[in-house]
């Protein structure tokens, strides 16, 4: 094995210890330990836990939010949704939201798609003199031949083959939509590239080439991350693809 492979390994496993470092494990079992004490004095009588835990189990959904963000082991983006979505919990727990969730909800998934689309107009900015334009919310399948891969459905669908051959990433979101991805025919610019994907109430399905090994972390709420791209034969030299996942009421597949 060659000085550059071995460097790229070892940056690769330090890199991913890190993400999926002791320091959320460590917090999160304590906090399965508090709960299942709590349970079982319940269970004895000894304190009213149930009621207790029923009235504030969102704000675990938001300290893990913030451990995931303090401990690096998830995106910006899915530690934020989990963190608003155990906020809303909390506030129509404590009847706060008269209306309850789904008042507060449905106006913050149109303040995301407002963002969404300020935000895929940057990145066309952004790529503009490095490939031809198209529309992220195109619906079809086009050619992308630049480097990173950028798209945004909502309320769409919208599919693209990846032909490049300096490939480094990109960002995928797909709200109320969808898109497919083919980077069977796409060649890495380096042994990794990193895409970061979004599914609030829509799916995202790619396709990688065979001697891609594949990485999934993210964040599923009330959704699904599925990687069907496992045994393959890799080699020491395959390039890595990371895929950032965050699925909230939707989901995310890999073949």
């Known amino acids: 094995m060659s000085d550059q492979q071995t460097q790229f390994q070892q940056h690769f496993e330090m890199k991913i210890g890190q993400n999926r470092g002791p320091g959320?494990?460590?917090?999160?079992?304590?906090?399965?330990?508090?709960?299942?004490?709590?349970?079982?004095?319940?269970?004895?009588?000894?304190?009213?836990?149930?009621?207790?835990?029923?009235?504030?189990?969102?704000?675990?959904?938001?300290?893990?939010?913030?451990?995931?963000?303090?401990?690096?082991?998830?995106?910006?983006?899915?530690?934020?949704?989990?963190?608003?979505?155990?906020?809303?919990?909390?506030?129509?727990?404590?009847?706060?939201l008269p209306g309850g969730f789904w008042s507060a909800f449905w106006p913050i998934v149109i303040i995301l798609i407002g963002i969404s689309f300020i935000s895929s107009r940057m990145r066309q900015q952004r790529w503009k003199k490095k490939e031809p334009f198209v529309d992220p919310n195109f619906i079809g399948t086009v050619d992308v031949e630049g480097s990173r891969i950028d798209r945004t459905a909502i309320f769409s669908a919208t599919d693209a083959r990846v032909v490049s051959s300096d490939?480094?990433?990109?960002?995928?979101?797909?709200?109320?939509?969808?898109?497919?991805?083919?980077?069977?025919?796409?060649?890495?610019?380096?042994?990794?590239?990193?895409?970061?994907?979004?599914?609030?109430?829509?799916?995202?399905?790619?396709?990688?080439?065979?001697?891609?090994?594949?990485?999934?972390?993210?964040?599923?709420?009330f959704g699904g991350i599925d990687d069907k791209s496992l045994n393959r034969n890799l080699t020491a030299s395959s390039p890595t693809l990371i895929i950032d996942a965050t699925a909230v009421f939707g989901g995310v597949e890999i073949h």
């Open 24 to 96: 959320f494990g460590f917090w999160f079992g304590i906090a399965m330990v508090i709960i299942g004490g709590g349970l079982l004095l319940d269970a004895f009588n000894l304190l009213e836990f149930g009621e207790i835990f029923d009235q504030w189990w969102p704000s675990l959904l938001m300290l893990i939010a913030v451990a995931q963000l303090a401990t690096g082991s998830g995106s910006i983006v899915g530690s934020g949704i989990m963190f608003t979505i155990g906020a809303l919990l909390q506030l129509s727990k404590l009847e706060y």
């Open 167 to 221: 490939f480094t990433g990109g960002e995928l979101t797909a709200i109320f939509g969808g898109i497919e991805i083919d980077l069977r025919e796409a060649t890495m610019a380096g042994p990794m590239a990193t895409i970061d994907v979004t599914a609030v109430f829509g799916g995202v399905e790619m396709r990688v080439p065979q001697d891609w090994r594949v990485v999934t972390k993210g964040t599923p709420i």
